[in-house]
């Protein structure tokens, strides 16, 4: 039964006239141009013949054919989007169909019956937590009825129920629905023709080459073709700027609206669920990949998707999220635990809104939810674990990871993830407020005891993490608007708190800025004085050495990060010549002005694995390609081209030297932070 959709809102037919006015304007400069092109070939073609009529030889058919052919390659650069098609890579994908799948076809056609469009040509799963839809042609798409494909990702299968499918299915379809709603796929789907015009040219740039090699005055009459195009792309680029600016205003008015038609279908909570869950679902797969990528081991498992739900499990628990048909139920609420930033700044080019205006947006429709189907989406596939363990082996193979290697369990999975995880964990009774500050560094002798006992012992309450996170959001909101005030950031307002600020008042939020992040860090600094003092008036003698130890080793640690990071940048910009494109003359000064730099670097490199500190960071294959490199003279660029080996190299240093200065760095912090937790809760537990 099709439901009675939503009306489409008003800031979405502005968008879509004010887009489609854009892209009519940009096809009557296109098609001037194409009109241009075909007179010029017309024109080319008559000088052509003319040459050719005046004395017949081999000279001059070269010629006339040089003449006509810059006519024709102008012509066929304009027109080739016709041909373009939006090709998928189909290797990470499953084609499944009704004779097997029949419940998640039934679910299908529900959902197209509702929102009213057509069924997918076909219906592909892929590994990744997401869903699509989308044409194989970009230019008939917007003709001929052309059908579409259906992608749904088996991680978002694995993490929604059967109506939280449904609401991601209705939202896509929806994306097609409406009348209006066409426009809008109409204006992508332009958008993505100009694009495939302007930066899609391997294949005309190869037959403009190969046909250029034919003779040198071909040649020449291939230079002034790429350069009459070089002017063609100037002119289309600019329109395109201005043109995909627009598109992405009006992208974002057509999530709001197909997520009103998904509201529709299933109603505004379940909705609201499932796209509240996609993030800690996309991050459990992916930490999930991540484990076996940086496995020492280098197991691997039969069912990526097993681990997904493991590590969803985890994170509900360490987020507290409450559990609801076997899936961890994250909130509004809880996304704005973690967003503590009152800047806004629309991002225009932007092409979804964020989560928190969909969600919101969702809410405010308040359409009920009903007749709803709570098990779990999996369960609409047949052969869900025969998919699994085959893009399991699609997915990881594409990520790098051999499949060759030793199977595990996902109960070995989970026992080895969470020794891994738990050394960069902090204890609980510290409730985050370690994870974003470090201890003061303060010596047993420095920490001044006053006469009065604090007014509370609770040191370390939602409070007083609330006020380190803000201090942490503050500073970043501080950086964003120097950017504004220095007018780097291109824009005429933004919000703060709740009020429109223009771009040139961004120095008087600032100052408000700096007063609160002032009074946040006085208060948190009292905080770690008051609950040093408490440690150390409460310690037991017996215990107050080995305090004492601790804090020197997390002293000197820190000394250590800063004095060899400080090495370390100052090291590698002068190789951020090899992360960019540059003329081959200065390769080989840049070259020649990295030697002196990297003589310091190695010396770095020496003292780093000559400390006796930093001996149980170095593991022996990274103290190994350390010793390496030491020994090395590597060139990096020769007979202009970069030696990959060597720079390949050069680069896993860089990366094995930060991870050692890191991990001796967290050790000594995490070493110190869980003798403190063990102190406070003995104090604790005494004072009872």
């Keep these: 039964m099709r439901k009675h959709l939503p009306p489409i809102s008003n800031q979405y037919k502005k968008a879509v006239t004010s887009s489609v006015i854009l892209v009519l304007s940009f096809f009557l400069i296109y098609g001037l141009l194409i009109m241009l092109s075909l007179a010029l070939i017309v024109l080319l073609g008559y000088f052509a013949i003319q040459i050719i009529a005046i004395q017949v030889s081999y000279w001059s058919l070269l010629l006339g054919i040089g003449v006509f052919s810059m006519g024709v390659f102008i012509f066929i650069f304009l027109v080739k989007f016709i041909f373009t098609k939006d090709k998928t890579d189909h290797s990470l994908l499953i084609e499944i169909n009704r004779k097997h799948e029949p419940k998640l076809f039934e679910l299908i056609d529900e959902v197209v019956e509702n929102v009213g469009t057509q069924k997918p040509k076909k219906v592909l799963l892929s590994p990744e937590v997401n869903a699509s839809v989308s044409y194989n042609s970009v230019f008939w798409s917007m003709i001929l009825p052309v059908k579409k494909n259906l992608t749904i990702g088996l991680g978002l299968i694995n993490s929604t129920t059967e109506s939280e499918l449904k609401a991601i299915l209705a939202h896509e379809f929806g994306h097609f629905s409406q009348r209006s709603m066409k426009v809008g796929s109409y204006v992508n789907q332009a958008n993505k023709m100009v694009f495939n015009t302007l930066y899609k040219n391997e294949n005309f740039d190869s037959t403009l080459n190969s046909f250029a090699k034919m003779h040198a005055l071909i040649t020449l009459f291939a230079q002034f073709s790429y350069f009459i195009i070089s002017g063609i792309k100037w002119i ?22 197909a997520d009103a038609i998904a ?3 299933v109603g505004s909570e379940v909705n609201c669920e499932a796209l509240l869950r996609l993030d800690l679902s996309e991050m459990a797969l992916n930490n999930s990949v991540n484990f076996y990528l940086n496995s020492p081991e280098k197991c691997i498992t039969k069912n990526i998707y097993e681990n997904q739900n493991s590590l969803m499990t985890i994170y509900a628990k360490e ?18 635990k973690f967003n503590h930033s009152k800047l806004h700044i629309e991002d225009q080019w932007a092409s979804h809104p964020t989560m928190q205006q969909r969600v919101e947006s969702i809410m405010k429709l308040n359409i009920p939810s009903e007749n709803l189907h709570n098990n779990l989406a999996k369960k609409t596939l047949n052969h869900f674990d025969k998919y699994s363990e085959a893009l399991t082996q699609k997915y990881l ?26 050394s960069f964990k902090f204890p609980e009774i510290f409730n985050s407020y370690f994870n974003l500050k470090n201890p003061p560094l303060i010596s047993i002798e420095d920490i001044k005891l006053n006469n009065d006992e604090p007014s509370s012992t609770d040191f370390f309450n939602d409070e007083n993490v609330n006020k380190v996170f803000e201090i942490s959001t503050i500073a970043s909101e501080l950086q964003t608007l120097e950017v504004i005030k220095n007018k780097d950031y291109k824009i005429k307002t933004f919000d703060y708190d709740g009020l429109k600020y223009f771009a040139k008042d961004a120095h008087k939020v600032q100052k408000n800025c700096e007063k609160r992040l002032e009074i946040l860090k006085f208060e948190i600094e009292k905080n770690d004085q008051d609950f040093l003092q408490f440690l150390s008036r409460n310690i037991k003698n017996e215990r107050r050495n080995d305090f004492e ?65 930093f001996n149980s960071q170095i593991k022996e294959e990274n103290l190994k390609l350390l010793q390496e490199y030491l020994v090395s003279n590597n060139k990096y660029f020769e007979f202009n081209k970069y030696i990959n080996s060597e720079t390949t190299m050069l680069f896993e240093v860089l990366d094995v030297f930060f991870e050692i200065l890191s991990n001796q760095f967290l050790e000594a912090k995490k070493n110190l932070l869980e003798f403190e937790a063990e102190i406070y809760k003995e104090i604790l537990s005494e004072k009872i």
């Design 236 to 257: 289309l680029q600019r329109t395109h700027n201005f043109l995909y600016k627009k598109h992405m205003s009006l992208s974002r008015q057509m999530e709001f609206n």
């Design 549 to 613: 130890k601790f804090l020197e080793k997390y002293i000197k640690a820190d000394s250590h990060y800063e004095n060899y990071m400080q090495g370390f940048q100052k090291f590698v910009p002068f190789i951020d010549f090899m992360r960019t494109t540059l003329p081959f003359e200065q390769i080989r000064k840049k070259r020649f002005e990295l030697a002196k730099p990297e003589e310091e670097f190695k010396q770095l490199v020496k003292n780093l694995i000559a400390e006796d500190d």
């Design 319 to 336: 987020f507290n999220y409450k559990i609801e048909n076997e899936l961890p139920k994250v909130t509004l609420s809880d996304i704005y």
């Design 397 to 422: 193979a594409a990520n790098g990871i051999n499949y060759n290697n030793k199977f595990i369990s996902n109960d070995e999975f989970l026992e080895k993830f969470e020794t891994t995880a738990s």
């Design 263 to 265: 509201a529709t279908v």
